[in-house]
């Protein structure tokens, strides 16, 4: 099987190539096209900030790219709030994002004072359509979180976590799948999840 994991301008992108190596799979860490497009399955990773890493994709037409890809593609924190429709991480308030899912990415307002912006360390995850993505998983499982904003919940949302509000953990539409935590620093149920994503 050829796993591509798209390099570009975002930290963490080996971290996932460490997970797939403990699941057996030598991605291939590239922004090449035609390596991209002819893997089996495709993985976009990734820390980093929208308005910057938007701009670096549409500068190397990644941005065409992903949205181009037929196999089943896998955002992972910024990877996910960039396939979504826009996001406030931005000078200007809002930047365009690939428009993949139909969600929005917003910043997280604090309710209370002892509550704490990113969100960091693990939280609970609620599946909520029985997708493959989450096959063998008990209900509510916990994941690694690190971020300040998160996506909206809307029609491609198949998995929510409660972090002052409710919003997406998990989006899927066509053959993209996304998550906003990271599953590479997620220990074993990380690992089922990569290999779920493996199996699709």
């Given at each position: 099987?050829?796993?591509?994991?798209?390099?570009?301008?975002?930290?963490?992108?080996?971290?996932?190539?460490?997970?797939?190596?403990?699941?057996?799979?030598?991605?291939?860490?590239?922004?090449?096209?035609?390596?991209?497009?002819?893997?089996?399955?495709?993985?976009?990773?990734?820390?980093?900030?929208?308005?910057?890493?938007?701009?670096?994709?549409?500068?190397?037409?990644?941005?065409?790219?992903?949205?181009?890809?037929?196999?089943?593609?896998?955002?992972?924190?910024?990877?996910?709030?960039?396939?979504?429709?826009?996001?406030?991480?931005?000078?200007?308030?809002?930047?365009?994002?690939?428009?993949?899912?139909?969600?929005?990415?917003?910043?997280?307002?604090?309710?209370?004072?002892?509550?704490?912006?990113?969100?960091?360390?693990?939280?609970?995850?609620?599946?909520?359509?029985?997708?493959?993505?989450?096959?063998?998983?008990?209900?509510?499982?916990?994941?690694?979180y690190v971020h300040s904003y998160?996506?909206?919940?809307?029609?491609?949302?198949?998995?929510?976590?409660?972090?002052?509000?409710?919003?997406?953990?998990?989006?899927?539409?066509?053959?993209?799948?996304?998550?906003?935590?990271?599953?590479?620093?997620?220990?074993?149920?990380?690992?089922?999840?990569?290999?779920?994503?493996?199996?699709?």
């Amino acid at each position: 099987m050829k796993v591509a994991i798209i390099k570009y301008n975002a930290g963490n992108i080996f971290s996932v190539d460490y997970a797939m190596r403990r699941l057996g799979i030598e991605a291939e860490i590239t922004g090449d096209p035609e390596k991209i497009l002819s893997a089996d399955k495709v993985i976009f990773p990734g820390v980093g900030e929208a308005e910057t890493t938007m701009s670096y994709l549409k500068a190397h037409n990644l941005d065409n790219l992903i949205k181009s890809l037929k196999q089943p593609t896998l955002g992972i924190c910024i990877g996910m709030q960039l396939m979504c429709k826009s996001s406030e991480e931005a000078t200007s308030g809002k930047v365009d994002c690939l428009g993949i899912f139909d969600e929005e990415v917003k910043l997280f307002v604090p309710d209370e004072k002892t509550i704490k912006v990113p969100h960091m360390g693990w939280n609970t995850v609620s599946a909520i359509n029985g997708n493959p993505l989450f096959d063998g998983l008990t209900n509510d499982p916990y994941f690694y979180y690190v971020h300040s904003y998160h996506a909206t919940v809307g029609i491609d949302t198949i998995a929510t976590t409660d972090y002052i509000n409710k919003y997406s953990a998990a989006l899927h539409k066509d053959n993209f799948y996304a998550v906003q935590f990271h599953p590479e620093k997620s220990g074993k149920v990380g690992e089922l999840l990569l290999n779920n994503f493996l199996k699709l």
